[in-house]
């Protein structure tokens, strides 16, 4: 087995589902954190084997056969070590490598560059809190960060100078250029990172493999990585991964941000199964590793034309990867904010509702597909109906695939079709149903004090209460009363502009340009909630 390049069969693990695997031979169910099925090892009834999707192996309680994606192919088929990983490997669909054993020399090698960059980070955290660092400590804390964030995310502050290359001048200089964070110039070795905010970048093993840096004075771009390294591939890497990844077993899915200080937040704020590609490229890699654990993905995109975009190539990118039982969903935030911006000017439970509010995949595609064609035309409808089909092809699973085709068969028959399409829906400004509360107090006041039923005359009218039903009695002063119908005027007035921006957030989704009309009903809806907060207050 030793004459096998590690690296290739951890790439077999990574890529392959060891659910996925067994569940072809054994049915497997799901029970609290591990799956389970009746042991093809041994003869029985009930199920006493379990595979540990996370830690990437099963156990038989039964007969005690113990192992992983590997040995499992081998026992099972009875074959040797070499067809078992070729097998695997055209599952994964990788090519089988020339395989040499990683030498001595090279995996010595690997150590010592863990060791810089944790030396090198250790380093970073300190200067954040001196006074070089102030910069970077005020923006860092402005964005939200505790110091608990900081040091759990291990966040530092690159100063101007060449403080790496001049610390570990003893190294030898390949060494440091090897883990990328210092360069050799004309003048000899100098710093990759410098006057930047830091964010290590940390394998599955929680090993640093990279940095992030950010700058602090405006200057473009925003954040620099380290290049590809011997450690580190940014295809193949994830921000947040590492500390996520327990919850994405636990939550039984991930959500997926654009920025880096996003899956921080997120992370850090109730959505622990949260991460971010590294720079805006997702890839099939980073979706390959989510997959590993769960195929249920929830993307979460900025409102504007960019996260539309990147949303229609995520969407590109997960299709070969959908299950029948997979949950892929789109969310995005509106009004020009970000998920950090939500989270902090609005709290978790709107976060929250944004996610719960996502859309599915298969409403997703077909919004692209009608927003991308003038569906009202015969040459429209074929441009849209070729764009759905080469998605579908992208579908690996067959049966999903074919079910995709009736779905959408279905939705261009009802909407694209019909003799006569629907009148367009009305913005429903109905007033919401009035609870029982509510609607006494509101009785009671009328009844009490008619000056304030006068001046609200309109406002109540239009409640649909009966007022000449019996006055319920109630001790409530005029003052408080007239306070009572403003805040329920305001209250009204904010469900008819939130079910507003429902409505709009829909058609944004169908790709129309009304960021400017949405961004005007935010403002209007904190206008209104600041006066409810004053009527509180007063
Ligand atoms: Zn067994």
Redesign the pocket.
């Known amino acids: 087995m030793a004459k096998y390049d590690r690296n290739f069969t951890d790439e077999l693990r990574e890529r392959l589902s060891l659910v996925d695997v067994i569940s072809r031979r054994v049915p497997l169910v799901k029970k609290g954190q591990n799956y389970w099925g009746c042991?093809?090892?041994?003869n029985?009834k009930t199920p006493?084997?379990s595979v540990n999707e996370d830690k990437g192996f099963y156990h038989?309680?039964?007969?005690?056969?113990h192992g992983d994606i590997i040995s499992f192919v081998m026992k099972s088929e009875n074959v040797d070590f070499k067809t078992a990983i070729t097998e695997l490997a055209a599952q994964a669909g990788l090519k089988m490598p020339d395989y040499k054993p990683k030498p001595v020399e090279q995996v010595r090698r690997e150590e010592s560059y863990y060791q810089i960059m944790s030396d090198a980070c250790d380093i970073y955290q300190k200067k954040l809190f001196e006074p070089e660092g102030e910069t970077a400590l005020n923006y860092i804390k402005k964005r939200g960060f505790t110091d608990d964030m900081i040091k759990k995310y291990r966040i530092g502050y690159a100063p101007k100078n060449n403080i790496i290359a001049n610390k570990f001048i003893n190294l030898k200089q390949d060494a440091l250029l090897a883990t990328g964070l210092c360069r050799r110039g004309d003048f000899g070795m100098y710093d990759f990172f410098r006057d930047k905010l830091m964010f290590p970048i940390f394998n599955a093993h929680n090993q640093i493999v990279a940095f992030s840096g950010r700058s602090l004075d405006g200057s473009e771009p925003k954040y620099i990585n380290t290049s590809d390294t011997e450690l580190f591939h940014k295809r193949k890497t994830i921000f947040g991964f590492n500390f996520a990844r327990d919850a994405i077993h636990r939550a039984n899915r991930s959500i997926v941000v654009e920025g880096q200080i996003d899956a921080i937040q997120m992370q850090c704020h109730g959505f622990p199964e949260t991460v971010a590609p590294l720079g805006t490229a997702l890839t099939e890699d980073h979706i390959a590793i989510l997959c590993k654990s769960n195929r249920n993905i929830i993307f979460c995109f900025d409102g504007d034309a960019a996260g539309q975009k990147a949303a229609a190539r995520a969407c590109d990118i997960v299709l070969p990867f959908l299950r029948d039982a997979s949950e892929v969903k789109f969310a995005f935030v509106t009004g020009g904010k970000d998920p950090d911006d939500v989270l902090k000017t609005s709290g978790e439970p709107a976060m929250r509702k944004t996610i719960d509010q996502a859309t599915p995949l298969v409403d997703f595609l077909w919004s692209l597909a009608n927003a991308g064609f003038n569906v009202s035309t015969p040459g429209g409808r074929t441009q849209a109906e070729k764009f759905l089909k080469q998605k579908i092809e992208k579908i690996t699973d067959s049966d999903l695939r074919n079910e995709y085709e009736h779905e959408y068969d279905s939705r261009k028959f009802n909407t694209w079709h019909k003799w006569k399409k629907s009148s367009q829906k009305i913005i429903n400004i109905e007033l919401p149903q009035i609870d029982d509360i509510t609607k006494n107090t509101v009785i009671f006041i009328v009844n009490k004090y008619p000056e304030i039923a006068e001046r609200y005359g309109d406002f109540l009218a239009n409640l649909g209460i009966d007022f000449d039903s019996n006055t319920p009695d109630m001790n409530m002063g005029e003052k408080s009363a007239e306070k009572y119908i403003v805040s329920l005027k305001l209250q009204k007035y904010i469900e008819k502009l939130q079910s507003e921006k429902k409505d709009l957030t829909s058609r944004l989704l169908s790709g129309e340009d009304i960021i400017e009309e949405i961004k005007n009903i935010d403002k209007k809806l904190d206008e209104a909630q600041q006066k409810i907060d004053t009527l509180i207050s007063i």
Request: with cysteine; hydrophobic share 25%.
């Open positions: 042991c093809p090892f041994h029985e006493s084997f038989c309680f039964g007969c005690g056969e």
